[in-house]
Structure formats: structure tokens, C-alpha cells
């Protein structure tokens, strides 16, 4: 292959998520800092780049079928060892899937934290600036 044949490679989408991608960067490296060593989740548009920076800043990943259980894994993992734990979710009902295991988590006082992605926006809807 010739270098007429390389495509550079863009690190930020230019459509407004670059402020985004950075605030996922920094968090996920200062999680890391801070000693986070462990998540749990269930990937998705929503959460990609955080998932993917929890594991490449050394975070071990453990893939959940459903986010309840990724949720009720992470206050285990908090009861079983007393270190945080991150429970990975996507927007919509993928939050709304960890509900019950996040209110036991709360019940219990675990230290979880959960990340939510939610979907890229350019622009406020109509409705939403209406009266």
C-alpha cells in the first residue's frame, strides 16, 4: 500500500459532539485515577466511548445481558469487595432498566456510579423552546 492510499484519521466527529468525546476522555481517565478498577454494562450508541475508554484506561469490563443485572452486579461488586464499581447504561430504557438495582444500591449505600450516555443533539427541538 502506498501513502496515496491512507485515509487520515479524524479523532473528533466534526458535528458538535467534540466537547462531548473530551468530557468522556477526561472522565474516564480520572475514574481510572481515582482507582476504579472495575465496570459493568450493556453497550450501546449511548455509551460506546465511555465503555471504551473505561477498558483502555485499564478498567476491567465485564458485558451485562440486560442493564438491571449490570446494575445489581456493580453494588455486588461494591458489598463483595467495598470498591466502586461503574455500571455502564445507554440512554432511554436502557437507564430505565437499571431502576430496581439502582434503588437497592441506594437502600444499601453502595458506591456505584452509573454513566449514561444519551443521543448526540445539534440542535434544541422546536417543542422544547415553545411555551
Keep these: 500500500m502506498g501513502a496515496a492510499n491512507v485515509v487520515p484519521h ?3 466527529i466534526d458535528d458538535g459532539t467534540r466537547d462531548m468525546t473530551d468530557l468522556v476522555s477526561v472522565l474516564v481517565r480520572e ?22 475508554g473505561l477498558i483502555r484506561h485499564g478498567v476491567d469490563y465485564v458485558a451485562a445481558r440486560h442493564e438491571g443485572g449490570a ?3 456493580a453494588d455486588a461488586y461494591d458489598r463483595a469487595t467495598g470498591e466502586i464499581a461503574v455500571c455502564a447504561t445507554t440512554h432511554g430504557a436502557g437507564l430505565s432498566n437499571t431502576a430496581t438495582a439502582l434503588s437497592e444500591a441506594v437502600k444499601h449505600r453502595s458506591s456505584v456510579i452509573v ?3 444519551d443521543a448526540a443533539m445539534r440542535r434544541p427541538a422546536a417543542h422544547a423552546l415553545s411555551t
Excluded at 481515582?34 to 471504551?52: I, S
Design 71 to 73: 446494575m445489581a452486579m
Design 115 to 117: 454513566i449514561c450516555g
Design 31 to 52: 475514574l481510572a485515577r481515582d482507582g476504579v478498577r472495575q465496570a459493568f454494562g450493556v453497550v450501546g450508541a449511548g455509551n460506546f466511548l465511555a465503555v471504551a
Design 10 to 12: 479524524k479523532p473528533f
